[in-house]
Structure formats: structure tokens, C-alpha cells
């Protein structure tokens, strides 16, 4: 994917103030529809778990706590590796645990006494055993995870953090469109309830929310649809692109 799949922001906006009857600006500013759009992007990233994206994080200090990367709503793998850059040669899994944080778990190896637990003799897990929790945001590796260099994590974010200039994939630009201008208008209705434009209002509110929100053929759905089947290869050049835009 090149960037002549990325749709420019300006049409975009453009795009949402005609259709939401604000060619001037009357009623939304700019910074207002940019806004919209990024909560649409927002909310589609995490409907198609569209963006996949790597990061690594250095072991300084024994540190074994990483805070989840700004925008990471699902985490889907973690790699222990050695040297700068994560390779099958060089790296381990780190498998997920249940409840662990800080070295506590439910089970806790050992497990001395426990009526439910296994006890498996040794008081700590053997040192080749790697794995991790996440509580409140904050991944907490193993002890023995302190070996590695670098951790890796793979997980799917959001296009972007609020701050960023939203990136607009051609697959999702009309139900965008159609998102932000119901949201204007639902805005511009509740402001201004006896405005004489209301009935216009109520029209284009009626026509982009049907075709928004229709089951199977409206454009939401159908941005979904075309997430999830979209080749492979387009989404990996996607993410590099994205990955060199956003940091």
C-alpha cells in the first residue's frame, strides 16, 4: 500500500462539513471535525484490530515492569531477545500468566501447602521458564526474563494517539465520513434545537446514519469487512508506513 491509498485529511474534513451542512465553517472549526475523525479511527482500530504493530523495550537495571505503548489496546505477543534486534535465533517466548504480578500469582510454583495448587518441590520456577501478567496497564515480567537485552511487543493499537494528524486509509473513508457527521449534527441539533435549518439537519442526520449503521451493507460493517479480508501484504505496508509517521 502506497500512499496513494491514504486519503488526505483536507478532503476528508472537507467532505464531512458539506455533507453535515457546514461548507463554511459555521457551526464545527477545523480542529473539531480532526476530532471526530480521530475518535472514528480510534473506534474502527478497535472493531478490526486493524493496526499490528512491534515495539522494543530495553532490561535496565533488573527492571521487570513495562508500561503498555500509548494507543495498545490488545496485546498479542511478548519476546525476550538478546542483542538489538529480535531474531529466531536470539529470542525466547514469554508466555502468559495468570494474575502474575510482581512475582505473586495464584500459583505461585512451589505452592506449599496449597489444598487446589500442585506442589512441585522447589521453591521457585526453574530459570528457562519465561512469563509475564499485565495489571492496570503495566506488564510484569518474570524473574528470569532478566537475561534478555530487549522485550519485544507485539500488539494492536490505535492509529495514531490523540495528538497525532490522523492517517486515513482509503477502506475506511466513508464510514468516517458518515460517523463524524452524525456525530456534528447530533451536536449541532442538541445546541441549537429552534435553528431554522433543523428540518435539513434531520434529513442529512437521517440519510448518514442509515447508511452508517444499516446491518451488513452499511458502511461501518463494511469497513470492518474489508479490515479483517484485506491481503496481507497491503496491511504490512501499511503498518510500515504508519510506523514511520508515528513516533
Known amino acids: 500500500m502506497n500512499t496513494a491509498s491514504l486519503v488526505p ?40 484490530f486493524y493496526y499490528e504493530q512491534e515495539e522494543n523495550f530495553e532490561i535496565k537495571d533488573g527492571c521487570l515492569q513495562i508500561p503498555m505503548p500509548s494507543g495498545a489496546f490488545n496485546l498479542r505477543e511478548i519476546y525476550g531477545f538478546f542483542g538489538t ?103 449541532r441539533i442538541t445546541i441549537n434545537p429552534t435553528h431554522q435549518a433543523m428540518s435539513a439537519w434531520q434529513f442529512a442526520f437521517s440519510v448518514h446514519n442509515d447508511r452508517l449503521n444499516k446491518p451488513y451493507t452499511g458502511s461501518w460493517d463494511s469497513a470492518r469487512h474489508r479490515a479483517k479480508t484485506m491481503d496481507t501484504k497491503s496491511r504490512n505496508d501499511f503498518k510500515e508506513y504508519l510506523s514511520n509517521i508515528i513516533k
Open 9 to 48: 485529511l483536507d478532503i476528508i474534513i472537507s467532505d464531512i462539513a458539506k455533507k453535515s451542512g457546514d461548507p463554511d465553517f459555521e457551526f464545527e472549526s477545523r480542529g473539531s471535525y480532526i476530532a471526530l475523525i480521530q475518535e472514528a479511527m480510534q473506534e474502527l482500530s478497535i472493531d478490526t
Open 85 to 187: 534486534e529480535c531474531k529466531p535465533n536470539n529470542s525466547q517466548k514469554i508466555w502468559w500468566k495468570r494474575n502474575y504480578k510482581n512475582n505473586i500469582a495464584s500459583d505461585n510454583w512451589g505452592n506449599s501447602g496449597s489444598p487446589y495448587y500442585k506442589n512441585r518441590g522447589d521453591a521457585n520456577p526453574p530459570g528457562n521458564l519465561f512469563f509475564a501478567g499485565l495489571s492496570n496497564g503495566v506488564i510484569y515480567l518474570s524473574p528470569s526474563c532478566k537475561q534478555f537485552d530487549q522485550i519485544q511487543l507485539r500488539y494492536n493499537g490505535l492509529m495514531g494517539d490523540i495528538s497525532d494528524t490522523p492517517i486515513i486509509p482509503i477502506i475506511f473513508r466513508q464510514a468516517i465520513v458518515d460517523y463524524c457527521v452524525v456525530q456534528a449534527i447530533t451536536t
